[in-house]
């Protein structure tokens, strides 16, 4: 053989063997770890281990490590590890919350992902996405779904000789029929509230129903449009219901609205959320109650506000186009039929709350009415922190009788405006 001979079947022999050894460096690369936040809750967290180890799997290109809210809190764990340079790639928040992170560049724009993407999404609720709007970006992807609906036990109507609540019924009608609610003790104590001071922000939906607006525009805000005669109407609603009137409860009442209504029977009504219902039904429904769609107002609407939790992208994450593919993978059906079965809450999939969640629950009889609320559903306005803390402080002041509504508003007009100068 000559010496040509043997160079070639040399350099073909090194030619295999680099072509073999790239294809075990292939084969033995290491898969692309996907740092994402841990749910705090238990049954949140039962449910995403399910779905990780599902996912890990499944998949041999990609894995996924929990980081744990030990000591800390989904708050503040995600703003401590970017600090430390070494941040996750997904966590989880409000709808507000990412907004104002977006806002201070902590969030990636998943836009792109989206477009290339929308089939993945074809059966999420559609206006679901616009909750993690900034601008013409998109932020957020929703995780569960919590619609508003108005609770009341039927007993408590029964007694007092009161139709039940129904679609289509009025504020009016609310507060001329929560007088005969009302029990009072031998000495002339309130005992039974007719309507619960709505808890949290559940309130904001009776402004909608006056027609009253905080901002020019709710995905952009750029100025306080809330000095009208819908928001001081809406205002002296909830005023005169709790101080005039003295049919609904101090926003100081004890407990919260599930046990108030099913438990202690401390209200007759409450606005609340299909997150409500699931605690109303573990605490009992011996006790017979029933929800309904919220009441109309002045301004011929009776919107209710949704409001889910979102995934998202921190904007330094490492690993950003793989973190897209595990939160494709926990908005995929079977995923969100998990969620379902685990944790008993409505999903973002319209198919999956419209089949598994309507079967997973027997009581109460209308809860279909959360589904039908969806399609007039609208997100809060995207305010966040000291914008938000500036709303909630009025709305208390007037429901604790500290503050005029006049004042209120001349607070608001000057905060508002201040905070929309530097909303960051």
Partial sequence: ????????????????????????????????????????????????????????????????????????????????????????????????RIIEWTHQGLVMDITPYLN???????????????????????????????????????????????????????WDDIARISPRLVVQSGDGVITRWAIRFPQFWHWWSILWHHGAAFFDDEWSPKRFVGDSTEMRAGLEYIRSMIHDRQVMSPRTISGTTAPNLVVTGSVAMAIGNSLYMQEMVRLGHERPWDVTRL???????NI????????????????????????????????????????????????????????????????RVFLDAIGTARGLPAVYGEGIQAIVDGVNAIADGRKPIPQVIADWDVQLNNWLKDPR
């Fill in 1 to 96: 053989m000559s010496r040509k001979q043997n160079a070639l079947r040399c350099m073909g022999f090194v030619s295999v063997l680099s072509l073999v050894i790239l294809c075990l460096g292939v084969g033995l690369a290491a898969p692309v770890t996907v740092q994402m936040i841990e749910f705090a809750r238990v049954d949140e967290a039962e449910w995403q281990r399910a779905v990780v180890e599902r996912f890990n799997a499944s998949r041999k290109d990609i894995q996924i490590e929990l980081i744990s809210l030990a000591g800390s809190n989904v708050h503040t764990k995600p703003l401590t590890m970017i600090a430390a340079g070494a941040p996750p790639d997904i966590s989880y928040n409000d709808p507000y």
């Fill in 116 to 170: 290339r993407d929308r089939a993945a999404f074809s059966e999420f609720f559609g206006p679901l996405l616009d909750l993690y709007k900034v601008n013409d970006g998109r932020y957020g992807i929703p995780i569960d779904l919590q619609v508003q609906g108005f609770f009341y036990r039927e007993d408590f109507f029964d007694e007092a000789g009161v139709p039940y609540p129904r679609e289509g019924m009025t």
């Fill in 295 to 301: 009441p109309y107002g002045p301004a011929g609407n």
């Fill in 304 to 367: 209710a506000w949704f409001n889910s939790l979102g995934w998202f992208i921190i904007s330094t994450a490492n690993h950003p186009d793989e973190a897209w593919e595990v939160i494709k993978y926990f908005s995929s059906e079977a995923s969100m039929r998990l969620c379902v079965e685990m944790r008993g809450t409505m999903v973002p999939h319209r198919r999956v709350s419209q089949t598994v969640w309507m079967q997973q629950w027997e009581y109460p009889k209308n809860r």
